[in-house]
């Protein structure tokens, strides 16, 4: 369901480049393609009855929200600074000038301000990006940061290019349950009752920082035509100056049917025919709060030069 146009472009032109870029799996990119596109990718730790699991290395979508509904004490957590530095230390030893590192948002997250301390000790070489994205718009930054470095701009350039067109995305999401969002604080757990007695659905959006608030809508099929137009709202008004052509939709999700996220995938792409789409399942660190069966929707512009 993804379609990787500048891969050819970045395996012919891997060997040039000077600036290495690395992003963790909430940019939904796998170790394996990370690979075969030339990204490094930090594998993000999930906490499951104290035992740490690593997403998509040892812990399985369907693993994951399986223990979740099951009442497991799950939490998603950080990578430990050794992790972080390790994989620093060993991409700089293949000879790259420079690194840009490329978490999730810092208003997620702390990740993001930790990692910005422990570069203070690279004297400049290692880059941290915080350019407030996660999931699927995290995963254009990344290809944006790929191709910026494949033309020879220097680790800073691309860290200021990302920061500068950070806040160029949107992204919303359907929340199928109040059970998790009660869990995180969120939802009181009056508000969560009475919700589910009126089959109310929230619908929440990162637009730029923090997931918050954005709707609320009695039954998925209306929270599914609510997301669907938002982003033609903001197809409309934000990115109206934007070319269909230089504009990307992630179409997402913690489904749990291999069905339901093909039949959202293909409605994303009749809504939006011109413009390229492709699908990315929820990373675990928003899967976490909002739950199995969620269905999200990303957009924003492609690197323009």
């Given amino acids: 369901m993804r379609e990787n146009e500048m891969l050819p472009v970045q395996l012919k032109m891997r060997g040039n480049m000077r600036t290495a870029i690395i992003t963790d799996t909430n940019s939904g990119i796998t170790v394996e393609e990370g690979r075969e596109l030339g990204i490094h990718v930090m594998q993000m730790p999930v906490i499951i009855n104290g035992e740490i699991y690593y997403e998509g290395v040892n812990l399985t979508q369907e693993d994951f929200y399986r223990r979740l509904e099951g009442g497991d004490d799950v939490s998603t957590s950080q990578p430990s600074p050794g992790d972080v530095m390790g994989l620093w230390d060993e991409v700089l030893a293949e000879g790259y000038d420079g690194i840009v590192y ?137 990115f109206g100056a934007v070319p269909d052509e230089e504009l990307r939709i992630g179409a997402t999700g913690t489904f749990r049917q291999k069905e339901d996220a093909d039949r959202w995938y293909e409605l994303v792409k009749e809504n939006f025919p011109s413009i390229e789409i492709f699908y990315d399942p929820l990373s675990f660190s928003i899967g976490c709060h909002v739950g199995p069966d969620a269905t999200g929707i990303g957009i924003c512009p492609k690197h323009r030069a």
């Fill in 102 to 238: 490329i978490p999730m948002s810092s208003g997620l997250s702390n990740s993001c301000h930790s990692a910005i301390g422990l570069a203070e000790e690279y004297g400049g070489r290692v880059q941290v990006a915080d350019n407030h994205r996660i999931s699927v718009t995290l995963r254009q930054a990344v290809l944006d940061a790929n191709y910026l470095a494949s033309q020879g701009l220097s680790a800073a350039e691309v860290r200021e290019q990302l920061e500068k067109d950070g806040l160029d995305a949107s992204i919303y999401i359907a929340v199928n349950t109040l059970e998790f969002l009660k869990k995180g604080g969120r939802v009181t757990p009056a508000g969560a009752a009475i919700g589910s007695i009126l089959n109310i659905k929230p619908i929440l959006t990162i637009q730029g920082e923090k997931l918050d608030a954005f709707a609320k809508v009695r039954g998925m099929k209306k929270c599914w035509e609510r997301i669907l137009q938002a982003v033609k709202t903001d197809r409309e008004e934000r």
